[in-house]
């Protein structure tokens, strides 16, 4: 299916933040690929976030920095300003994807076709106006499933795997371990700013790409080079 392989890996991270270039060094350190969902308005922008019980920065990475910091991955909608769009009407939702996906391209360069649901919510409604009106051909949510068959309805793509979720690393294991003839993804999500919260140590994020990293059976694909 990939390349002729049945098993695939994928990332999908959030946010934009100053905390994507070292999880980007480890990344390109395991071979492996990400799409990077980003808020093209807030770029470049200082902030902090109270998470775990730790002040964590949230400042994002600057406009003229986005080309060169993703460039060996994807970068992809994560609307303009974060809002909820299962509360927007269909203008507000055409606004918010399709300002933020032509302001990526004009960023990167690159076709932007991708997407993560801000909030982690959305709704019938809000796929089939994005599938409509905008130039987006997937979209993902926040719902594990905790498996890796493929799905039908990519405007509302459900992860295997959140990372700070406990189960991370059984999750993989278990997908590692299959033996397969049909095809197998394992989709993996979260924002890199959860390990300055130490929601999961940067030490376990790199544990987990070793793990997962120069396996001669699995294709190693941002999300448009798997799900497209």
């Known amino acids: ?47 902090f976030l109270d998470r775990n019980g730790r002040r964590v920065d949230h400042t994002k990475v600057s406009p003229d920095e986005v080309k060169e910091v993703y460039k060996n991955h994807e970068v992809a909608v994560h609307t303009l300003t974060h809002p909820n769009l299962t509360g927007e009407s269909e203008e507000c939702v055409v606004w ?83 033996n397969t003839d049909k095809p197998q993804l394992l989709y993996i999500w979260g924002h890199s700013y959860e390990m300055d919260a130490e929601y999961i140590s940067w030490q376990k994020f790199e544990e987990l790409c070793k793990l997962l990293s120069g396996r001669k059976e699995i294709y190693y694909g941002t999300n448009t080079e798997i799900l497209l």
């Open 1 to 47: 299916m990939w390349q002729g392989k049945n098993k695939a890996v994928t990332f999908s991270f959030d946010d934009g933040v100053l905390q994507d270039k070292r999880l980007i060094q480890i990344l390109d350190k395991y071979g492996l690929k990400c799409t990077f969902n980003l808020n093209s308005s807030y770029l470049g922008l200082n902030g």
């Open 96 to 178: 918010q994807v399709e300002e933020d996906r032509k302001a990526l391209e004009r960023l990167t360069g690159k076709t932007v076709v991708g997407m993560a649901y801000p909030c982690g919510d959305n709704d019938d409604r809000v796929a089939e106006i994005i599938k409509r009106r905008t130039g987006v051909k997937y979209a993902r949510t926040v719902t594990s499933t905790h498996n890796f068959d493929l799905q039908e309805n990519l405007l509302r793509f459900n992860p295997s795997v959140y990372y700070i979720e406990d189960c991370l690393f059984d999750v993989a294991n278990e997908f590692l371990g299959k």
